[in-house]
């Protein structure tokens, strides 16, 4: 059985990658940006009482837990930055993540047992883990590329418990390090933590079609 390494080489690396050349300034062509999206957008499967569904969200690795809270008050410090109007904002936001997520230093603090998602909707797939946390993710780049990895699915939403969620605010946070923020949404936005299990190369391939890798997490 091979191992899971090509796996999070594909999944993580691409990211990293795509993060660190646009954070050196490169010009990517639009069609090789939203190809890298291929190893950030994978279909959530779900069953429970909102019925067998499918629904493309998107993943990122989470930090280890020793490093979560150091992590989430980098990230915290440079929205508290942003003013209405900083065209510069994504650009610092780009270091952020290089510095304490993507680049080479930092990749010894990713937790690779898990990833991490962001709940928009509340719809079917939000009932059906609420109810069912089994849970498979399927990642999938053309022509050949398939990925699949099965799970446990966990909701961290403070609007449950009452209190401060790590988890929901790291996520909402690791988001809006790049993009326009806004805080006032993130209660709103429970997050998903992904406990992975198993994974599956479901590639075109002669080690593919569905055979499992030895995980080493």
Request: net charge neutral; glycine share 6%.
């Amino acid at each position: 059985m091979k191992t899971a390494e090509g796996f999070f080489k594909w999944a993580f690396d691409t990211r990293a990658s795509t993060v660190l050349r646009l954070q050196q300034g490169e010009k990517m062509p639009p069609e090789k940006v939203f190809l890298s999206f291929c190893s950030h957008n994978p279909a959530f499967v779900s069953d429970g009482p909102a019925g067998l569904n499918a629904s493309i969200k998107g993943i990122g690795f989470l930090p280890k837990d020793e490093y979560l809270e150091e992590t989430l008050e980098a990230y915290l410090e440079h929205i508290r930055s942003y003013t209405p109007g900083d065209k510069e904002y994504s650009n610092r936001g780009l270091e952020v993540l290089v510095k304490w997520m993507y680049g080479e230093k930092a990749q010894g603090r990713i937790d690779f047992s898990r990833v991490g998602s962001l709940e928009l909707a509340k719809r079917h797939s939000y009932d059906n883990y609420k109810v069912n946390p089994k849970a498979t993710l399927l990642f999938y780049e053309p022509p050949a590329i398939s990925f699949e990895l099965r799970g446990q699915m966990e909701i961290h939403d403070e609007n449950d418990t009452g209190k401060r969620e790590i988890y929901q605010q790291f996520i909402n946070a690791q988001h809006d390090v790049y993009h326009h923020p806004d805080t006032s949404r993130w209660l709103t936005r429970p997050a998903y933590i992904f406990r992975i299990k198993e994974v599956f190369d479901n590639s075109v391939s002669k080690t593919g079609f569905g055979q499992q890798m030895q995980y080493p997490y």
